[in-house]
C-alpha cells in the first residue's frame, strides 16, 4: 500500500468526491422539488437523492481503494461485521451486478462470461460478475481488485463455485463460510460449526488487513448492523398502511444501502431520514400508488431490467407491491443480532437467513405476510437464475390460494439477463392475473 | 347504426378475428383472417368492409390477443384470458372449465360467477403444446388441417412420439418415418403427445365437469377425444371455436 495510492484514496473518496457529490445532491434536490409527480405513482421520495448520493459516493470510493486500504469481496449474506473495523473496502458483486441488470449492461457481460466458457445456466449475477471481470467495463467505471474473497453459502451453493472461480481468476484468498440448511430449526451444532468458522474468517481478514480485530469494535458494527436492520424494517412496516406510502418496487433500490453498507453510520442516517419521510407520508395520507386496488406480495428477486415496464403495467391496474420476501429477509435480522457474544450473534444471524430454510417455513412466513400487509394476491418471480429461491414456487403458490385464499400467479422470468426475460408473455400473464382484482383496468 | 352493437377483435399471433354483435349478443357479422404484420391497418380496413366506412361515431370496440395494443379506438382492452373465459360463458351458459388452444400458447381457466377467470394457467415460454407444434409437424408431413382427422382416423395405433418440442418434435418425425411406421400413426402420435401435454396444462385448474374447447384447434375432434380420455370429461368445442375470444372482447366493450 503505498503512500501515494492512499493519499490520492485520501483526496478522491474522502474530500474532493464528497464534495462534488453534495454539490450535485443540493441541486438534485432543488430539482425533484419541482418535479410534478407521474401519475398514478405518488410523488418522488426526497430520500431517493441520498440513495443516489450514498451508492455513488459508495462506488466512487471503490475506484481508488486497491493500494489504498484492503479490500474484500464479499457475498451478500456474509458476516461483513467482521471486516469493518478492519477498515476494510467491501465490493458486493451481487450488488454491482445489479446495477448493470438494472442499466442494461447485465447481456454483454453475461455473454463476456459465456465466451470464457460459463454456462448460461449458471447464475446471471454470477455471470455479470466474471463478465465484467473479464470485459474490464462496469458501468460504475472501475471496480478495485481484492485482497481476500468472502463467501458464504447461506444464499445458495452458487456461490461457492463463483467465488472459487474469482479465487483462480484473482489469485487472492478465499474464505468460505458454510452455513448448513436449516431444516426446520437450529440444531446447537450447527451454531458451533458456522461460529468457528466466522472466528476462522476474522483471522483470515486480520491477516490480509495485517491488523488485529479489536472486540469492541466488532461489537459497535454489529451493534449498527442491528439498527439499520430494525429501521429498514420499519420502513417496510409503513407498507401495512393502506394506502402504502411508497411504491414497493421502489423498495427493492431502498434495500441497496442495508446489504452493502449494513454496519456504518451512513446507513442508519439514511434509514433514520427514509423512515421519517415515509412516516411523514403516512401521516399525510400520501400514496404510493394512487387510488390503491390492489394490495400484491412479491416473491424473490426482482426483474432488473424490467422495473420501468412493470412499474407501469402495476400503475395502470391500481396495484402497489406493498411487501416482499426479499427486501423483508434483510430486517427479519435485526432480533438475532443481539450483543454480548458477536461471534455467536454473527452465526445465529447468517444461519437463518431466509434462502437457508426450509420451504414449510417460507410458507409460513408468507402466509404471514399476507395477513399482515392485507394482501390480495402474490406475484411469485420464478427467477431462471436463482434456483434456491424459486424451488417450490408452485407448492407455495398452491399452498397460499387454498389454505389462506391469497391467490398468486407464477411469472417466469430472470433478475437480470433480459435473454431470459420474454415481457410480452410476462405482461400478459400478469395482466390476466389483475383483471380478476380490477376488471377493465388493462386499458 | 343499432343501439347496443359492439364490435369484438381478437388480434391474435396468426390469426386475427372479428365479430360485431347486436346489443342481445347475437353476432351479425364476422371474420377470420390470417393475422397481418401491421394491426392497426387491418382493424381499419376490416371494420370499414364490417361496418361501412367511418363517419358519425362508431360502436365501442374491444379488443384482446397479443395485437390488443395496437388495435386503434379500442374502448376496452382485455387479456385473452378475460376474453376466453367471457366469450364462452357466453356460448355455452354452464361452461365452467375453458381450455384455450391459440397458436403460440394455451391456457386452462377455471371460470367463477358471470363468466370471470378464477383460476387460469397458460404456458407462454415456447410453442410446445400449441397450435403452432402441429401446424410445424404437419407441414413436415405435407399434410394440412383438413387431413388432420381423416389420418388419425386411418391409424392402427400411435407412434411414440416423447417431445412436444415444435422443434425436436420434427426431428423425432423424421426418424419415424425413416424407420417406415405409416405417417397416419406418425400424426395420431403427435395428436397424443399434444393432448399429454395440454390434459397436463387443465389439471392445473383441477377440472371437476366437461370442458369448453375454443381456438382454432379447438375444431380438431380427435385431439379433443384424446384430451378427454386423459382427463375423464368430456372435452367439447364451444361453436364457432375461433371467434369466442373476439365475442368475449365484445361483450367486455359494452360493460
Ligand atoms: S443463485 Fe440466487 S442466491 Fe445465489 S447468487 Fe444467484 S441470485 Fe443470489
Known amino acids: 500500500m503505498t503512500v501515494w495510492r492512499r493519499a490520492r484514496h485520501l483526496l478522491e473518496a474522502r474530500l474532493a468526491g464528497p464534495a462534488v457529490l453534495a454539490v450535485q445532491s443540493r441541486r438534485r434536490l432543488a430539482k425533484l422539488a419541482r418535479k410534478p409527480a407521474a401519475p398514478p405513482f405518488g410523488p418522488p421520495l426526497r430520500a431517493s437523492v441520498a440513495l443516489r448520493g450514498l451508492m455513488e459516493r459508495y462506488y466512487l470510493e471503490g475506484r481508488t481503494a486497491d493500494g489504498a486500504r484492503p479490500v474484500a469481496w464479499i457475498t451478500s449474506g456474509a ?34 462470461a459465456e465466451r470464457a466458457g460459463y454456462s448460461r445456466s449458471l447464475c446471471s449475477y454470477a455471470r455479470t460478475d466474471l463478465g465484467t471481470l ?22 445458495c451453493q452458487t456461490v461457492a463455485g463463483w467465488y472459487r472461480a474469482l479465487a483462480h481468476e484473482l489469485r487472492v ?69 393502506r394506502p402504502a406510502p411508497w411504491f414497493g418496487l421502489e423498495s427493492f433500490l431502498y434495500m441497496g444501502p442495508m446489504v452493502i453498507l449494513r454496519g456504518t453510520p451512513e446507513a442508519i442516517r439514511f434509514y433514520r431520514a427514509l423512515l421519517a419521510e415515509l412516516r411523514e407520508r403516512a401521516e399525510r395520507g400520501v400514496a404510493g400508488v394512487e387510488g390503491e386496488r390492489v394490495r400484491l406480495l412479491w416473491d424473490n428477486l426482482p426483474i432488473w431490467s424490467e422495473l420501468r415496464r412493470l412499474s407501469d403495467l402495476l400503475g395502470r391496474f391500481g396495484a402497489n407491491l406493498v411487501a416482499a420476501t426479499y427486501t423483508h429477509a434483510w430486517s427479519d435480522c435485526a432480533d438475532l443480532m443481539q450483543p454480548g457474544d458477536p461471534f455467536d450473534a454473527l452465526a445465529r444471524t447468517y444461519l437463518s437467513v431466509l434462502l437457508n430454510r426450509d420451504l414449510a417455513t417460507r410458507a409460513r412466513d408468507l402466509a404471514a405476510m399476507a395477513r399482515r400487509f392485507r394482501a390480495d394476491g402474490v406475484l411469485f418471480h420464478a427467477d431462471r437464475s436463482c ?25 417466469e422470468a430472470d433478475h437480470s439477463d433480459p435473454r431470459d426475460v420474454a415481457w410480452e408473455a410476462t405482461a400478459n400473464r400478469l395482466e390476466a392475473f389483475l383483471e380478476g382484482f380490477a376488471p377493465g383496468s388493462g386499458r | 347504426m343499432t343501439d347496443g352493437r359492439r364490435v369484438g377483435i381478437d388480434a391474435g399471433s396468426t390469426t386475427w378475428k372479428a365479430v360485431v354483435i347486436e346489443g342481445d349478443g347475437r353476432v351479425v357479422a364476422s371474420r377470420v383472417e390470417a393475422a397481418e404484420p401491421r394491426v392497426e391497418a ?27 395494443r395496437r388495435v ?16 364462452a360463458a357466453r356460448v355455452v351458459p354452464d361452461a365452467r372449465f375453458v381450455l384455450d388452444v391459440g397458436g403460440q400458447d394455451a391456457k386452462a381457466i377455471r371460470l367463477g360467477p358471470g363468466g370471470r377467470a378464477v383460476e387460469f394457467a397458460m404456458n407462454d415460454r415456447c410453442a410446445a403444446g400449441t397450435g403452432r407444434f402441429l401446424e410445424n409437424a404437419l407441414a413436415r408431413l405435407h399434410l394440412d388441417w383438413a387431413d388432420l382427422e381423416r389420418t388419425v382416423g386411418a391409424a392402427a395405433r400411435p407412434a411414440r412420439i416423447s417431445s412436444t418440442c415444435a422443434v425436436f418434435a420434427e426431428t423425432e418425425i423424421v426418424g419415424l418415418l425413416a424407420d417406415g411406421v405409416p405417417v ?72
Open chain 1, 79 to 112: 458476516p461483513v461485521e467482521v471486516l469493518r473495523p478492519l477498515g476494510y473496502y467491501v465490493v458486493y458483486p451481487e450488488n454491482h451486478a445489479a446495477i448493470c441488470g438494472a442499466r442494461h449492461a447485465a447481456q454483454a457481460a453475461c455473454e463476456a
Open chain 1, 134 to 155: 473479464f470485459s474490464r467495463t462496469t458501468p460504475v467505471g472501475r471496480v478495485p481488485k481484492p485482497d481476500l474473497l468472502v463467501c458464504c453459502t447461506n444464499i
Open chain 1, 173 to 241: 484468498p478465499l474464505v468460505v463460510v458454510d452455513t448448513p440448511f436449516l431444516q426446520g430449526g437450529e440444531r446447537p451444532h450447527d451454531r458451533t460449526y458456522v461460529r468457528r468458522q466466522i472466528e476462522g474468517l476474522a483471522e483470515a481478514a486480520e491477516r490480509a488487513a495485517r491488523r488485529p480485530l479489536r472486540l469492541a469494535a466488532l461489537e459497535e458494527t454489529l451493534g449498527r448492523s442491528q439498527e439499520t436492520a430494525a429501521l429498514w424494517g420499519e420502513c417496510l412496516e409503513q407498507g401495512r398502511r
Open chain 1, 387 to 411: 434456483k434456491p429461491y424459486s424451488l417450490g414456487q408452485h407448492g407455495l403458490r398452491e399452498k397460499l390460494a387454498r389454505e389462506h385464499g391469497v391467490p398468486g400467479v407464477v411469472i
Open chain 2, 42 to 68: 387491418q382493424t381499419r380496413r376490416v371494420l370499414d368492409e364490417l361496418l361501412g366506412p367511418a363517419a358519425g361515431p362508431r360502436p365501442p370496440l374491444g379488443a384482446t390477443g397479443y395485437g390488443r
Open chain 2, 72 to 87: 386503434p379506438d379500442a374502448t376496452t382492452r382485455i387479456t385473452e384470458i378475460a376474453a376466453h373465459a367471457g366469450g
Open chain 2, 184 to 255: 397416419s400413426e406418425v400424426v395420431r402420435g403427435l395428436v397424443e403427445a399434444l393432448a399429454e401435454r395440454l390434459a397436463a396444462l387443465l389439471a392445473q385448474v383441477r377440472p371437476d365437469g366437461p370442458i369448453t374447447a375454443t381456438g382454432g384447434v379447438a375444431r380438431n375432434r380427435a385431439l379433443l377425444e384424446a384430451i378427454a380420455a386423459r382427463v375423464g370429461w368430456p372435452v367439447r368445442a364451444a361453436p364457432e371455436p375461433q371467434l369466442v375470444g373476439a365475442l368475449g372482447a365484445a361483450w367486455a366493450a359494452g360493460r
